[in-house]
Nanobody, 115 residues
């Protein structure tokens, strides 16, 4: 199983970024995909989640209305569109997949929101 995040960077407050998570090694469409983030000195927190078929999504209150999670089951990729970014969104963002007995993480991609 491999998860590879990309798309992070430095953006000004109010800006946008789109993160991608390319996956391989498992039946992508069968599993929820989740984005987490971890800011310096803080615990890793769940940001958004999407069901295998894409019909069910969940967002943390802190990002609701600003972030959109999506997936392309034909390309085995998940994405996180982040709009109206705030300095408090600064963190390393990780994608995640899990099933009974296993949990997998990507290496993370840094998002920095600063003027």
């Amino acid at each position: 199983v491999q998860l590879v995040e990309s798309g992070g960077g430095l953006v000004q407050p109010g800006g946008s970024l789109r993160l991608s998570c390319a996956t391989s090694g498992f039946t992508f469409s069968a599993y929820y995909m989740t984005w987490y983030r971890q800011a310096p000195g803080k615990e890793r927190e769940l940001v958004a989640q999407i069901s295998g078929g894409g019909a069910v999504t969940y967002y943390a209150d802190s990002v609701k209305g600003r972030f959109t999670i999506s997936r392309d089951n034909a390309k085995n990729t998940a994405a996180l569109q982040m709009n109206s970014l705030k300095p408090e969104d600064t963190a390393v963002y990780y994608c995640n997949v899990r099933w009974p007995g296993a949990i997998y993480w990507g290496q993370g991609t840094q998002v920095t929101v600063s003027s």
